[in-house]
C-alpha cells in the first residue's frame, strides 16, 4: 500500500499534503484510502480506475466510446452483468473483449472463458461507466413498469398541511428552517429556504414548500425574515408529501410569539 501511495504523488495524481489530509481521515473513519480521497474531491471514481491500468498496465476504456453490439449482451442475462460489473465491449477473431471494474478476478475469467469457449481480454472500467452502459443496452423498462402497476393501483397519499382549505389561510411568504434534530443529520447546517403557503386559522402552524424531504417529528427552528430574520421558533414537521418535484411540509408551532401570529394571520386576509 505505501507503494501506492508514493506513486499517487510521484505520479502527479495528488500532493503530499493531500495524502496527509487523506491518511488522517481515513484513521477516523476506517475506510480504503481511495474511498477517501473520492470523497475529499482529490481523484474521480475515473481517476482511479485510471491509476490502477496504469499501475498494473491493463488498459482502461470508456464503454461510452464504443457502440455496444445487444448480439453481445445476449450471451449473458441482465442481472449477471450487474451483478459482476462486466460488459462486452466486442469480439475479434477467437478473443472477447470485455469492460471489466476488476480484470484482477482470474477466476471470474476462468468461468466466461469456460462458458463463452473464447478468450477473455479483460480491460479496466469504472463501476459507474459500465452500469451506464448496462442500462443503456438494457434500459429501465422493468422498473418503469413495476412503478407504472404500483402507482397506479395504489390510493394517493396526498395530504393537505394543517387541515382543509377551508382552515387556512394563503400567505406565501419566505421562511428559513434548519434541522436540529439530532437523528436526522444534513450536509449543510445552515438555514435553508422555502416559503410558508398558508397559515392554519387557529395559528398552529403552516404548510412550507421547500427542495428538502423531511420526515413526520422531525425538529426544526423557522424563522420569518420579513418579519424579524432573529427570531427564530422551534417547529416540528407534522407532514410531509411531495408534487411538482417540491416537498410540502406541515409544520407545528412549538412555540409561537402573539406578534409574529398576527403578522401571519393577517397579512392576506
Known amino acids: 500500500m505505501e507503494e501506492l501511495e508514493k506513486r499517487l504523488v510521484k505520479e502527479g495524481w495528488i500532493t503530499s499534503a493531500q495524502l496527509i489530509k487523506a491518511k488522517e481521515e481515513q484513521k477516523k473513519k476506517k475506510k480504503s484510502l481511495f474511498s477517501i480521497l473520492v470523497n475529499l474531491g482529490y481523484l474521480s471514481e475515473e481517476d482511479i480506475y485510471l491509476f490502477f491500468a496504469q499501475t498494473v498496465q491493463i488498459p482502461f476504456v470508456r464503454p461510452s466510446d464504443y457502440l455496444l453490439e445487444e448480439e453481445l449482451f445476449n450471451l449473458f442475462s441482465e442481472d449477471f452483468?450487474?451483478?459482476?460489473?462486466?460488459?462486452?465491449?466486442?469480439?475479434?477473431?477467437?478473443?472477447?473483449?470485455?469492460?471489466?471494474?476488476?480484470?484482477?478476478?482470474?477466476?471470474?475469467?476462468?468461468?466466461?472463458?469456460?462458458?463463452?469457449?473464447?478468450?477473455?481480454?479483460?480491460?479496466?472500467?469504472?463501476?459507474?461507466?459500465?452500469?451506464?452502459?448496462?442500462?443503456?443496452?438494457?434500459?429501465?423498462?422493468?422498473?418503469?413498469?413495476?412503478?407504472?402497476?404500483?402507482?397506479?393501483?395504489?390510493?394517493?397519499?396526498?395530504?393537505?398541511?394543517?387541515?382543509?382549505?377551508?382552515?387556512?389561510?394563503?400567505?406565501?411568504?419566505?421562511?428559513?428552517?434548519?434541522?436540529?434534530?439530532?437523528?436526522?443529520?444534513?450536509?449543510?447546517?445552515?438555514?435553508?429556504?422555502?416559503?410558508?403557503?398558508?397559515?392554519?386559522?387557529?395559528?398552529?402552524?403552516?404548510?412550507?414548500?421547500?427542495?428538502?424531504?423531511?420526515?413526520?417529528?422531525?425538529?426544526?427552528?423557522?424563522?420569518?425574515?420579513?418579519?424579524?430574520?432573529?427570531?427564530?421558533?422551534e417547529a416540528e414537521i407534522a407532514q410531509c408529501r411531495i408534487e411538482q418535484g417540491c416537498y410540502f411540509l406541515g409544520v407545528k408551532f412549538l412555540q409561537i410569539k402573539k406578534d409574529l401570529l398576527k403578522y401571519l394571520l393577517g397579512e392576506k386576509k
Open 81 to 233: 452483468y450487474r451483478e459482476h460489473l462486466f460488459v462486452p465491449l466486442f469480439k475479434i477473431g477467437n478473443t472477447f473483449y470485455i469492460g471489466t471494474a476488476n480484470p484482477l478476478d482470474t477466476e471470474f475469467m476462468d468461468t466466461l472463458r469456460k462458458y463463452t469457449n473464447l478468450d477473455i481480454f479483460p480491460l479496466f472500467a469504472s463501476p459507474s461507466s459500465i452500469l451506464e452502459a448496462i442500462n443503456r443496452v438494457f434500459g429501465p423498462e422493468k422498473v418503469y413498469l413495476q412503478l407504472e402497476e404500483l402507482v397506479s393501483s395504489s390510493p394517493s397519499l396526498s395530504i393537505l398541511p394543517l387541515g382543509r382549505e377551508s382552515e387556512r389561510i394563503a400567505i406565501n411568504t419566505p421562511v428559513e428552517f434548519k434541522v436540529i434534530d439530532k437523528r436526522i443529520t444534513l450536509a449543510s447546517s445552515q438555514y435553508l429556504k422555502g416559503t410558508a403557503l398558508n397559515v392554519s386559522r387557529s395559528g398552529k402552524g403552516v404548510g412550507v414548500r421547500t427542495f428538502l424531504f423531511l420526515p413526520p417529528g422531525a425538529k426544526i427552528l423557522l424563522k420569518f425574515p420579513s418579519f424579524d430574520p432573529n427570531c427564530e421558533l
